[in-house]
């Protein structure tokens, strides 16, 4: 009996350990091949299991140990957001072993569910392995709000040709077979015939066919002719304390300071990108107090955008929203746009009526939580001076494959955020590294304004063609773009992953049944 204890535990230890170096396959570090080792050894681990024991609760408790090995590692950075205030240092020891264990339980159903559907052959087994996975991150991904953070794909954000796929099948599909590439070398270790190394070889020729994809997609992307607007964009970095947020900072200082940082010209129409939340204190209609600054300074065609709070007043009830205005020179307000995805216990409480009840308030400004916005569509700036439309996504909601908007038609995306809720850790490199993604996903430019973190315009290939790093205050201008045909993951979306969800079902039925004969 001890000695089955024993070796229990010395067997979570193993796939926690696992769980923790996959962990530095991930950005900021990326090293990927990390993954070719611990994917394999997990698999060989959970089917040889397969054979000795029939509980499926060990089986959870194996995936779970792996999956808060694996969290725990690549997630700590988000207790720093506890720091800034007080009132809530007493939960950081708390936070950062329940947010793990919590994610962790996605990963413990993924090998429940591998050995309630066990099955003896070897590829079919694998093939099981990478569907659950792929699908179960998914499910991360989406339920409720969704937290698709660190997926295993980002272990290639670093590598610009074999990530162009995801034009073509995006961040989950992708995500099913870099796990699927990941493990392939267990079945070389486990073959019992010449099928196993077939089916090997075959995910090591997928990865050179992603490669040769990226190649030729990104050599017609440069050979392409660039268009020169005749407009400007200005995408404003700044290393503003969050001090903003917990004193009375004196607001008019801070928009001067931004104001200097933009260096506004008064020469070309230029549209000012301000980050996410700069403004701490003045709502959306209340900003025309700084007109005559305002006024001085920008030109009569210039825009405005930036983040700050909006109130809505419904029922004697205040609802407030995390929104961005666009604004002109004389701080008259053109269009608003309201987040439509907030940060769980960051800008709202789920079930926070329940949960209210025993004495759980949000973790932000003044403790209350946000509102809602009902709809994300693109934004038409059009007049004299401009004509095109942008999809505005606020800080977090970059962070979703296939759920930007329904509506297609839109030239660029403004992304604008704060990252210095996460300090100098590598929280706001993972969070911009999704900027990435969606920029190939879309096939449309990404302008993002970032406080504290990496503010850059990325390319519809995924290149950052400028960039200013996090702690740095300053500009970049972007006035020449080129055109990119819509890509079929924009077309069509996730149904592209069920249709890989269901391409591998039906391979794990075949092989099963091949080698049955």
Same mark, same amino acid.
Request: hydrophobic share 45%; with cysteine; charged share 20%.
């Given at each position: 009996?001890?000695?089955?204890?024993?070796?229990?535990?010395?067997?979570?230890?193993?796939?926690?350990?696992?769980?923790?170096?996959?962990?530095?396959?991930?950005?900021?570090?990326?090293?990927?091949?990390?993954?070719?080792?611990?994917?394999?050894?997990?698999?060989?681990?959970?089917?040889?299991?397969?054979? #000795?024991?029939?509980?499926?609760?060990?089986? +959870?408790?194996?995936?779970? *140990? !792996? &999956? $808060?090995?694996? =969290?725990?590692?690549?997630?700590?950075?988000?207790?720093?957001?506890?720091?800034?205030?007080?009132?809530?240092?007493?939960?950081?020891?708390?936070?950062?072993?329940?947010?793990?264990?919590?994610?962790?339980?996605?990963?413990?159903?993924?090998?429940?569910?591998?050995?309630?559907?066990?099955?003896?052959?070897?590829?079919?087994?694998?093939?099981?392995?990478?569907?659950?996975?792929?699908?179960?991150?998914?499910?991360?991904?989406?339920?409720?709000?969704?937290?698709?953070?660190?997926?295993?794909?980002?272990?290639?954000?670093?590598?610009?040709?074999?990530?162009?796929?995801?034009?073509?099948?995006?961040?989950?599909?992708?995500?099913?077979?870099?796990?699927?590439?990941?493990?392939?070398?267990?079945?070389?270790?486990?073959?019992?015939? #010449?099928?196993?190394?077939?089916?090997?070889? +075959?995910?090591?020729?997928? *990865? !050179? &066919? $992603?490669?040769? =994809?990226?190649?030729?997609?990104?050599?017609?992307?440069?050979?392409?002719?660039?268009?020169?607007?005749?407009?400007?964009?200005?995408?404003?970095?700044?290393?503003?304390?969050?001090?903003?947020?917990?004193?009375?900072?004196?607001?008019?200082?801070?928009?001067?300071?931004?104001?200097?940082?933009?260096?506004?010209?008064?020469?070309?129409?230029?549209?000012?990108?301000?980050?996410?939340?700069?403004?701490?204190?003045?709502?959306?209609?209340?900003?025309?107090?700084?007109?005559?600054?305002?006024?001085?300074?920008?030109?009569?065609?210039?825009?405005?955008?930036?983040?700050?709070?909006?109130?809505?007043?419904?029922?004697?009830?205040?609802?407030?929203?995390?929104?961005?205005?666009?604004?002109?020179?004389?701080?008259?307000?053109?269009?608003?746009?309201?987040?439509?995805?907030?940060?769980?216990?960051?800008?709202?409480?789920?079930?926070?009526?329940?949960?209210?009840?025993?004495?759980?308030?949000?973790?932000?400004?003044?403790?209350?939580?946000?509102?809602?916005?009902?709809?994300?569509?693109?934004?038409?700036?059009?007049?004299?001076?401009?004509?095109?439309?942008?999809?505005?996504?606020?800080?977090?909601?970059?962070?979703?494959?296939?759920?930007?908007?329904?509506?297609?038609?839109?030239?660029?995306?403004?992304?604008?955020?704060?990252?210095?809720?996460?300090?100098?850790?590598?929280?706001?490199?993972?969070?911009?590294?999704?900027?990435?993604?969606?920029?190939?996903?879309?096939?449309?430019?990404?302008?993002?304004?970032?406080?504290?973190?990496?503010?850059?315009?990325?390319?519809?290939?995924?290149?950052?063609?400028?960039?200013?790093?996090?702690?740095?205050?300053?500009?970049?201008?972007?006035?020449?773009?080129?055109?990119?045909?819509?890509?079929?993951?924009?077309?069509?979306?996730?149904?592209?992953?069920?249709?890989?969800?269901?391409?591998?079902?039906?391979?794990?039925?075949?092989?099963?049944?091949?080698?049955?004969?």
């Amino acid at each position: 009996m001890l000695d089955l204890l024993k070796k229990d535990y010395l067997n979570f230890l193993y796939v926690f350990f696992l769980g923790t170096i996959s962990a530095y396959s991930l950005p900021p570090y990326n090293y990927f091949v990390i993954n070719f080792i611990s994917f394999p050894l997990f698999f060989i681990f959970l089917f040889n299991e397969n054979k #000795k024991i029939s509980k499926s609760l060990s089986f +959870f408790k194996y995936g779970w *140990s !792996f &999956g $808060f090995g694996y =969290f725990i590692c690549s997630l700590y950075w988000i207790v720093i957001s506890l720091t800034f205030d007080e009132t809530f240092k007493f939960l950081i020891p708390i936070v950062i072993i329940l947010l793990p264990a919590f994610l962790a339980l996605f990963y413990g159903l993924i090998a429940y569910f591998f050995s309630i559907f066990y099955i003896k052959k070897i590829i079919s087994s694998f093939l099981l392995f990478s569907v659950l996975f792929g699908l179960i991150e998914f499910i991360r991904g989406s339920i409720l709000t969704g937290f698709p953070w660190n997926l295993i794909a980002f272990s290639f954000s670093d590598s610009i040709y074999f990530i162009q796929i995801l034009s073509v099948i995006g961040t989950y599909s992708f995500n099913l077979i870099c796990i699927s590439i990941f493990t392939a070398p267990a079945l070389f270790l486990l073959k019992q015939s #010449k099928k196993e190394i077939v089916v090997c070889l +075959f995910f090591i020729l997928i *990865s !050179f &066919g $992603f490669l040769s =994809f990226g190649y030729l997609k990104n050599k017609e992307f440069h050979s392409s002719l660039s268009v020169k607007n005749d407009y400007n964009i200005r995408i404003i970095s700044s290393n503003i304390s969050l001090d903003r947020f917990y004193s009375k900072k004196n607001e008019l200082k801070l928009i001067n300071e931004l104001i200097e940082i933009s260096a506004p010209e008064k020469k070309t129409p230029t549209i000012f990108l301000w980050p996410e939340g700069i403004i701490p204190e003045s709502y959306l209609d209340e900003m025309s107090v700084y007109k005559e600054l305002f006024l001085n300074n920008f030109g009569n065609d210039d825009l405005i955008i930036m983040g700050l709070n909006s109130i809505e007043k419904n029922d004697d009830k205040n609802f407030i929203f995390n929104s961005m205005g666009i604004f002109n020179n004389k701080l008259e307000l053109y269009q608003s746009y309201n987040k439509v995805n907030l940060v769980p216990f960051g800008e709202f409480v789920p079930f926070e009526d329940v949960l209210s009840l025993i004495g759980f308030k949000t973790i932000t400004s003044q403790y209350h939580s946000y509102s809602s916005g009902n709809i994300r569509i693109p934004i038409n700036i059009k007049n004299d001076k401009y004509d095109f439309k942008f999809l505005p996504l606020i800080c977090y909601e970059i962070i979703y494959s296939g759920k930007l908007s329904k509506d297609e038609d839109f030239d660029y995306i403004f992304n604008i955020s704060e990252d210095g809720w996460f300090g100098d850790s590598i929280g706001p490199r993972q969070h911009f590294v999704h900027s990435i993604f969606r920029s190939i996903e879309s096939g449309k430019y990404i302008i993002r304004s970032a406080n504290n973190g990496i503010s850059a315009v990325i390319n519809p290939i995924g290149i950052e063609e400028k960039k200013i790093k996090p702690g740095t205050s300053g500009y970049i201008d972007f006035s020449k773009s080129k055109s990119n045909k819509p890509t079929t993951f924009f077309l069509y979306g996730n149904k592209i992953f069920l249709i890989s969800i269901l391409l591998y079902i039906f391979l794990i039925f075949s092989f099963n049944r091949l080698t049955n004969e």
